[in-house]
């Protein structure tokens, strides 16, 4: 087989890649040539005090990695992809305690915590007032003179307002989250001026503001999630500082990518107008899980090998990390008629923008699926003729597909 033609010294995990675009062209090299490759990364760029990291590129692949926690760690380095060479490793290792960088059993006994907020019936009975929601959010958009943000007027607001729906956090306070969030992942970008220590001061605010919150509800509890989940530790619920974790990663699992598959799944629809007519007409059920698939708000996360194994046909030692690209596997020809189409209408569409299976498969699938249509069907009401007045302003990341900005006019 021959080697992939990559240009010399290519990483994946470059933020000034995915500045500028998702490196599909390069991921179909490896999935074809090499897809199981290592990827050197001299002087430490990645803040893990190694050489570099195995990536991971074929759907297969990305799901047996997601699905042998036995054999491939969240928590030896975590499941963040890349840092930066100034961050220190206590910082790193501190971030263990969050369910994304857990391995089973303690993921296992916190999951099964958390899950509780997520059964059927808690995200059948937000429905009705999401849907409400999504209608004011486009309302108040649509009623807009001139053109408008879409990220910041439309995509960020049914996500947060899902969130503080789901764990009581006051609609008042929604905007506290966001800007929050926005500066915990937004390190690798000039733009925002983000340091680490910013990120890491908001992380603590996140986790500051969800204790609180416990320590009320365990004083007076109400009918609501945050009580579920903290009220009686000593009956397998979650501790304050716990459940300030948990709302650390609802504030970038539940709203940054939800953001950003809306953000993504408007510009497709507005660059694909057969499918933004398709959809307008029929509203299929189908649209939002190839909206996701077409994002890919997560581009990659990362497992460490507990032990020598072999994936692929290479040898990955013991303590070398892994990069498993969910937008590489959502783009496998082997799994998907023609990847390179928008169409909302795919169905089967076993897409990895979940995750690979496995324990990390993402909690609020669910939720996330509803929300997306619940948005593009009030667009669809009340913006039909919506279209874009400027170019997607892409963030500059190591591991987010993410949209800063996405100019529209509703007029």
């Known amino acids: 087989m021959p080697c992939p033609a990559l240009p010399d010294g290519f990483d994946f995990t470059d933020p000034d890649v995915l500045h500028h675009r998702v490196p599909?062209?390069?991921?179909?090299?490896?999935?074809?040539?090499?897809?199981?490759?290592?990827?050197?990364?001299?002087?430490?760029?990645?803040?893990?005090?190694?050489?570099?990291?195995?990536?991971?590129?074929?759907?297969?692949?990305?799901?047996?990695?997601?699905?042998?926690?036995?054999?491939?760690?969240?928590?030896?380095?975590?499941?963040?992809?890349?840092?930066?060479?100034?961050?220190?490793?206590?910082?790193?290792d501190a971030q263990r305690l969050i369910l994304l960088n857990m391995d089973p059993p303690e993921h296992t006994r916190v999951r099964q915590i958390v899950q509780r907020g997520f059964t059927p019936r808690s995200i059948r009975a937000l429905e009705g007032r999401l849907r409400e929601r999504a209608r004011s959010i486009v309302a108040a958009a649509a009623a807009r003179e001139g053109d408008f943000d879409f990220v910041t007027e439309v995509a960020c607001e049914l996500p947060l307002q899902a969130i503080a729906e789901l764990i009581g956090v006051p609609q008042d306070d929604r905007a506290r989250i966001f800007d929050w969030s926005n500066r915990m992942i937004a390190y690798d970008d000039p733009e925002y001026a983000v340091t680490e220590e910013v990120g890491a001061q908001s992380a603590a605010e996140i986790i500051a503001y969800a204790m609180n919150m416990a320590a009320e509800r365990k004083e007076c509890p109400a009918r609501d999630i945050v009580t579920t989940l903290v009220?009686?530790?000593?009956?397998?619920?979650?501790?304050?500082?716990?459940?300030?974790?948990?709302?650390?990663?609802?504030?970038?699992?539940?709203?940054?990518?939800?953001?950003?598959?809306?953000?993504?799944?408007?510009?497709?629809?507005?660059?694909?107008?057969?499918?933004?007519?398709?959809?307008?007409?029929?509203?299929?059920?189908?649209?939002?899980?190839?909206?996701?698939?077409?994002?890919?708000?997560?581009?990659?996360?990362?497992?460490?090998?507990?032990?020598?194994?072999?994936?692929?046909?290479?040898?990955?030692?013991?303590?070398?990390?892994?990069?498993?690209?969910?937008?590489?596997?959502?783009?496998?020809?082997?799994?998907?008629?023609?990847?390179?189409?928008?169409?909302?209408?795919?169905?089967?569409?076993?897409h990895l923008g979940f995750g690979g299976g496995g324990p990390h498969f993402c909690l609020g699938k669910s939720l996330a699926v509803l929300e997306i249509g619940l948005i593009f069907d009030a667009i669809a009401d009340a913006m039909p003729d919506l279209r874009l007045a400027g170019e997607p302003r892409r963030l500059r990341s190591a591991w987010i597909n993410g949209v800063k900005e996405l100019r529209v006019s509703a007029r």
Do not use: C
Not at 34 to 51: K, L, M, S, T
Not at 260 to 273: D, E, K, R, S, V
């Open 231 to 350: 009220a009686a530790e000593d009956e397998g619920n979650l501790a304050s500082d716990e459940f300030g974790f948990f709302v650390l990663m609802l504030a970038v699992a539940g709203n940054e990518t939800t953001r950003n598959a809306i953000t993504h799944g408007m510009h497709a629809f507005l660059t694909h107008p057969d499918q933004w007519e398709l959809f307008k007409r029929e509203r299929p059920v189908t649209a939002a899980e190839e909206i996701v698939r077409w994002a890919t708000p997560v581009v990659a996360f990362q497992r460490t090998a507990v032990q020598d194994t072999e994936l692929g046909g290479k040898v990955i030692r013991k303590g070398e990390r892994v990069g498993i690209f969910y937008s590489s596997a959502n783009h496998d020809p082997e799994v998907f008629a023609r990847p390179e189409v928008f169409d909302v209408t795919r169905d089967p569409n076993p």
């Open 24 to 92: 599909l062209p390069e991921f179909a090299e490896l999935r074809r040539a090499e897809p199981v490759r290592w990827i050197p990364q001299p002087g430490n760029v990645a803040g893990f005090q190694d050489e570099g990291y195995w990536a991971v590129t074929r759907h297969a692949d990305v799901r047996h990695v997601s699905t042998h926690p036995e054999l491939f760690s969240s928590t030896l380095n975590t499941a963040i992809i890349r840092f930066n060479e100034r961050i220190e490793r206590d910082r790193i």
